[in-house]
């Protein structure tokens, strides 16, 4: 049977897709390879969210025509998002193309495989709204953490978002679906779960019962033997109701950890947005929920020269930030997306947007001195994630990094490490915004 290789592009949700796709390719008997070269088809899963993710999914697609053009790979099958959101303009301008499949699409991979090694061209786009097939899938991420999507598509029409028209309505994944994933990853050695979806906040309030049951999932997943910690992304300020506060404040195997994207705190801009809230809800969620969860971590993420942001907007946000002290923030200039209302709309000057953006990651930073600094001399435990061959060290994290986007503990040790087990380390120093500490014995 013929080799297929994948590229995964984007955001966590992004790459479960793909380990599903690889898991029914590999199921059909064809080879799933690690690297590209060789293969007989290459598959792309693109990103199409932001100007920055298709300009790498489409140099990821022109990096892999080279490689046809030199004979080193086969066929070209691109899949997700950019080939949604752009299927007329990437089969008219990448002849080298040979295939599109959209995100309704997933599940048609090896048909679409097998008609190109035939010779035939593929395009198929599905429903978006099509739901969820279960499957198993193929972990890319290292054996002891995965993430685990609970839902597909988006409900909440931000006026800067283009994710509802590529991926589609709200659909939650059936619970036992959901337990059943869980209980095999944790069989096959994961002890971390990353609970993901456009907004897991709103699991469960597409059922005909339109209840929130996060609360009532992350319960079952903590009953899991094998897992350890959970970590919960994407929440909407909004969503967040007692139930799940109690939750995260009772189960010890959920870490003390929560994703809260606010994009804003001004009041004008978000209702431009269609968000919900403003400063002052904000605050009160903020206070609500540290004072309900001691120790918690809280991570967002804002952006700048969104349509309306003056200067008085841009610095109430600057100033909403020094005040709330968020242990992780991240920062990204406004990308008018065509097909949203936000692009429609009056946008800040690009460069603007860019400088607010970075002096939002100055501050940032400032404030992750303060918490580096706050750390010195504690002992925390650590998750061992593996070992860099060029610092000569070992790296982990605590419960307040998620793995790809928050910091790293580096860790000095006499021994040899085992990836993926827990570890009590002592923290003595910083190094380059990331921490460093010593193993404790037993």
Known sequence: MANIGFISLGCAKNQVDCERMMYRVQEAGFTVQADVVGADVVVINTCGFIDSAKAEAIDSILQMAQLKEQGLIGKILVTGCLSQRYQREIVKEMPEVDGILGTGSYTEVVPAIEKLLQGETVEEFASIDTPEQECGRILTTPEHYAYIKIAEGCDNRCGYCIIPYLRGKYRSRQM?????????????????????????????????????????????????????????????????????????????????????????????????????????????????????????????????????????????????????????????????EEGTPAAEMECVDSEIAQKRAQQIELIQSRIMDAYNASMQGKTVTVLVDGYDEEMEQFYGRTYADSPEIDSRVWIASQDALMEGTFIKVCIDGVADGELSGFVLED
């Open 176 to 336: 036992d679906d959901v337990l059943y994933e869980a209980r095999l990853l944790a069989a096959n050695g994961v002890k971390e779960l990353l609970v993901v979806a456009q907004d897991t906040s709103r699991y469960g309030t597409d059922f005909p019962e339109h209840k929130r049951l996060l609360p009532e999932l992350l319960r079952q997943l903590c009953r899991i033997d094998g897992i350890e910690w959970i970590r919960v992304h994407y929440t909407y300020p909004d969503e967040i109701d007692d139930a799940l506060i109690d939750v995260m404040a009772t189960e010890p195997k959920i870490v003390k950890y929560l994703d809260i994207p606010i994009q804003h705190c001004n009041s004008k801009i978000l209702k431009l947005m269609n968000r919900r809230g403003d400063s002052e809800f904000l605050r009160d969620l903020f206070t609500k929920l540290r004072s309900r969860i001691p120790g918690l971590i809280l991570r967002t993420s804002v952006i700048t020269g969104l349509p309306g942001e003056g200067e008085a907007e841009f610095e109430e946000l600057c100033e909403f930030l020094k005040e709330q002290k968020l242990e992780r923030v991240g920062a990204f200039p406004f990308s008018p």
